[in-house]
């Protein structure tokens, strides 16, 4: 082993992406994905990894990390994350809307918007525009942003009924349900 760094090796994993309809090594294949992963030893005691194992921030961050990472294959083609794409879908779906509206709906704050609105913007795919007072933006999806948009949905589709397939017998809905109690709980709401 050079340099220090742990081994790799090939792991097959639910849903993926290989060569196909979206690309080479972008595709949605048939439930499958093949990454490389890096497998180390955490060492720890049984008790620390016991508490790894079920502290609820930790395994939430790593389901979105890998979720992300196969919503983010599908959209790559288009020039989009899906950061963009969910600010995108908001943008188009609210109309023209106030920024603070928009960043409570993604559940970001209104300091993180703009920084994730600017790559938008400068595709021409957003406007942002100051609202009837000085403090107020209006946030307005473009002709292109609607066009790539429904371009995107696409695999956005795919993406969504392979979870949706992967996840069976009610499965997909109940986690949806579970996640946004979650989110409510967190809000102390």
């Known amino acids: 082993m050079s340099g220090g760094r742990p081994p790799t090796r090939p792991v097959s994993a639910p849903l993926g992406y290989g060569d196909g309809p979206l690309g080479p090594s972008r595709a949605l294949t048939n439930g499958k994905i093949v990454v490389y992963a890096t497998f180390m030893n955490r060492g720890g005691t049984r008790g620390e990894q016991d508490e790894d194992a079920t502290c609820l921030c930790d395994t939430l961050r790593m389901a979105a990390r890998a979720v992300s990472v196969v919503y983010d294959a599908a ?16 943008a188009v779906l609210m109309g023209p809307v106030e920024s603070w509206r928009l960043s409570e709906s993604a559940g970001l704050d209104k300091t993180t918007l703009p920084r994730n609105l600017r790559p938008l913007e400068r595709r021409g795919l957003v406007t942002v525009r100051r609202g009837e007072d000085r403090r107020t933006r209006i946030v307005r999806a473009t002709p292109a942003g609607e066009k790539l948009l429904r371009e995107a949905t696409v695999r956005w589709r795919m993406v969504q009924g392979a979870f949706e397939e992967h996840l069976d017998n009610g499965e997909f809905e109940r986690t949806l349900r579970q996640l946004q109690r979650v989110r409510v709980a967190a809000r102390g709401r």
Do not use: I
């Open 75 to 90: 959209l790559r083609p288009l020039g989009l994350r899906t950061t963009q794409f969910s600010l995108l879908r908001r």
